[in-house]
């Protein structure tokens, strides 16, 4: 049976744990078939992202719509979106093609610290594609640029939420991986009516490059298989809980989370 179809629109990681990479393994450890709009090549490792080169803002246009056009498209995510130019020509693209539910994560850099955009993008981010989203996925460090919230509890990130619902999308999920001082991780969805805390157990690891890509790869998946916006971020919170528990250490920095137990026992 031909299985329901995700796009991602986002960048390569080299080192093969965030970026596209992440995205296609979480697509395919939920049962849907991934398809790509490649946006930069970084050339990146464990230690961190050494540089990259974008990809032509029509190449992307038209990658999108190759594969929107003949193959169709369930739900979308964005990644790694690199330059405002590319965040302009995906907005409008997006007026032309039929994706489905779209999940917007405001990539602005790496764990490592390392811009994945250029100046002034992230601008761009948050007014031509926040409007067109169903779900944004903001870490700590994003939401503090795009709002000058610092979240350091419950309170803040329900302040959090209501200041991002105000740029358009229809949903938020506030990630409280790098709140500090907490036993769980909360991660807060709201739809402005409804105020979700998702709690999970916070796991001693030092290994968590790609977490962000794989959790809202993860719910973009159940997006496309018909889930609910509450239930996609629920499961997507499972999933990334369980690639966490089992991050590996791969090179002499930072880990990659790992989807490989949603193969079953090797
Ligand atoms: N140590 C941990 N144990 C369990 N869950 C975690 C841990 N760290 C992060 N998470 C969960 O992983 C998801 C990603 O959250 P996070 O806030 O780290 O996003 P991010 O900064 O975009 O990710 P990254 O930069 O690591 O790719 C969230 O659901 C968060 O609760
Ligand atoms: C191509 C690409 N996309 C996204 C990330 C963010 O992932 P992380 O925050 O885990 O470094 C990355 N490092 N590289």
């Known amino acids: 049976m031909t299985p329901k179809t995700a796009l991602t629109i986002a960048g390569s990681d080299s080192g093969g744990g965030a970026g596209i990479q992440a995205d296609l393994r979480t697509f395919f450890a939920n049962g849907v078939h991934g398809l790509v709009a490649l946006t930069a090549v970084t050339v990146q490792n464990s230690l961190g992202v050494q540089g990259f080169t974008e ?32 965040i302009r020509a995906v907005a409008k693209t997006l007026d ?13 850099a790496s764990m490592t610290g390392d811009a994945l955009l250029r100046e002034d993008a992230l ?25 000058g919230v610092s979240v350091v509890d419950a309170a803040s990130q329900c302040a959090a939420a209501e200041a991002l619902l ?14 500090t001082g907490t036993a769980d991780c909360v991660d807060l969805l709201s739809d402005g009516r409804e105020y979700i805390s998702l709690s999970g157990p916070r796991y001693e690891t030092e290994n968590t490059h790609g977490g962000g890509d794989t959790l809202a790869s993860a719910i973009t998946a ?33 880990g990659p989370v790992s989807p490989f137990w949603a193969l079953g026992p090797s």
């Open 55 to 86: 990809i032509p803002a029509d190449v992307v246009t038209a990658q999108i719509k190759a594969v929107a056009s003949d193959m169709g498209v369930n739900a979308a995510k964005t990644g790694m979106l690199a330059t405002a130019e590319i």
């Open 222 to 254: 159940s997006l496309a298989k018909g889930a609910s916006v509450p239930d996609a971020v629920a499961a997507g919170k499972k999933f990334i809980e369980r690639c966490v528990a089992e991050a590996y250490p791969l090179g002499a920095g930072v």
């Open 166 to 179: 105000e740029f358009g999308s229809r949903w938020v999920l506030v990630k409280g991986g790098h709140m």
């Open 123 to 147: 601008e761009a981010i948050r007014t031509e594609l926040f409007p067109r989203a169903t779900l944004i996925t903001p870490n700590l460090d994003e939401v503090r640029l795009l709002t």
């Open 96 to 108: 032309e093609v039929e994706v489905g539910p779209f999940v917007v994560d405001p990539v602005a």
